[in-house]
């Protein structure tokens, strides 16, 4: 079963970008990529797979602790209290450089570097 639904993925398919935050050494860090990156390959499932240019110390961190979250954020679904409604996604990240995932992201992105490969936890709506 997809643990991204409901509102979690009209959220994710519609967020103009998103964060994704990790942990290291020194503490939290925070990089944003686009939403229509994250789209070009799915937000349906319990994988999400991110193309990578650069985000070196997110790939540092990820070795360190491969805790992630993504936070996304959109005005075309509604809140609470009106427009505007967020998610975060948890789970747990890794970069490829090899294999299914980054032949797929090299073969769309030809800049990028390697695959953010992101296995879903928890997805939960946020505002």
Known sequence: MAKIEGVCKEVLDKAEWIAIA??????????ATWGDYV????????????????MQK???N??????????CGTRQVQGAHGPGK????????????S?????AV?????WARAALV?????????L
């Open 39 to 54: 789209r070009a390959f799915g937000t349906g499932s319990d994988t999400l797979v991110i193309p990578v240019g650069h």
């Open 86 to 97: 967020g998610c975060a996604v948890v789970g747990r990240g890794e970069f490829q450089t």
């Open 106 to 110: 090299k073969a769309k992105f030809r």
């Open 62 to 71: 990820l070795q360190h602790d491969s805790r992630v979250e993504l936070l």
């Open 22 to 31: 990790t942990t290291g050494v020194n503490g939290p860090h925070v990089v």
């Open 99 to 103: 294999g299914p995932h980054f032949d």
């Open 58 to 60: 997110t790939e540092t």
């Open 118 to 126: 992101v296995r879903v936890e928890e997805a939960k709506p946020q």
